[in-house]
T-cell receptor, first 115, second 115 residues
Framework: GAGVSQSPSNKVTEKGKDVELRCDPI?????LYWYRQSLGQGLEFLIY????????KSGLPSDRFSAERTGGSVSTLTIQRTQQEDSAVYLC?????????????FGPGTRLTVL | AQSVAQPEDQVNVAEGNPLTVKCTYS??????LFWYVQYPNRGLQFLLK??????LVKGSYGFEAEFNKSQTSFHLKKPSALVSDSALYFC?????????????FGAGTRLAVHP
């Protein structure tokens, strides 16, 4: 079946502009996660959605970052007033539920470059 | 604090030789451990996971990992390396935060398999 998809695959923007990154999880998966992978660094957790529960926003680096998940499916990560340090690959993952044993399946990522 | 350590930035192996990519963890409670692989310009692909049961876990592409509770390790292994195994490998532990679960990743180990 179809995996996690993300769009766009690449995004180049100017400093100060807003960007929106989209994630389509695997159909039927109730849990959705956003991570950031910066050059030369590991993966950093950003935000997590599980069903209709309030999202875990503990990983968002600043109030310029926000995310929503409409209808329990598609999610959008928004970065306002982008800065050069926001340049990274943004990865989305989904899992069937949020049990510790559930595997997270990742999308191909969106590479964001802020000039 | 819950964490994952991958002590080697890079591992070099000759094709046909056995390989080991090291991972140690620190977590309160039962550990749920995962290995992912990332090929160039691709998202993360799930390899295997340890939840409970046998300490030797078998996964995709001939990889396996050995869970060692006393040493808090979860090293990734393969009996005979292929050039196509060259990629970036991430170890991750499932951590419970505020009632939700998220993956905490190691910094990654680059595996280079030489012909």
């Amino acid at each position: 079946g179809a995996g996690v998809s993300q769009s766009p695959s690449n995004k180049v923007t100017e400093k100060g502009k807003d960007v929106e990154l989209r994630c389509d999880p695997i159909s039927g998966h109730t849990a959705l996660y956003w991570y950031r992978q910066s050059l030369g660094q590991g993966l950093e957790f950003l935000i997590y959605f599980q069903g209709n529960s309030a999202p875990d926003k503990s990983g968002l680096p600043s109030d310029r970052f926000s995310a929503e998940r409409t209808g329990g499916s598609v999610s959008t990560l928004t970065i306002q007033r982008t800065q050069q340090e926001d340049s990274a690959v943004y990865l989305c993952a989904s899992s069937p539920e949020d049990r510790p044993l559930d595997t997270q399946y990742f999308g191909p990522g969106t590479r964001l470059t802020v000039l | 604090a819950q964490s994952v350590a991958q002590p080697e930035d890079q591992v070099n192996v000759a094709e046909g030789n056995p390989l080991t990519v090291k991972c140690t963890y620190s977590v309160s409670g039962n550990p749920y451990l995962f290995w992912y692989v990332q090929y160039p310009n691709r998202g993360l692909q799930f390899l295997l996971k340890y939840i409970t049961g046998d300490n030797l876990v078998k996964g995709s592409y001939g990889f396996e990992a050995e869970f060692n509770k006393s040493q808090t390790s979860f090293h990734l292994k393969k009996p005979s390396a292929l050039v196509s195994d060259s990629a970036l490998y991430f170890c991750a532990v499932r951590a419970v935060s505020g009632g939700y679960n998220k993956l905490i990743f190691g910094a990654g180990t680059r595996l280079a398999v030489h012909p």
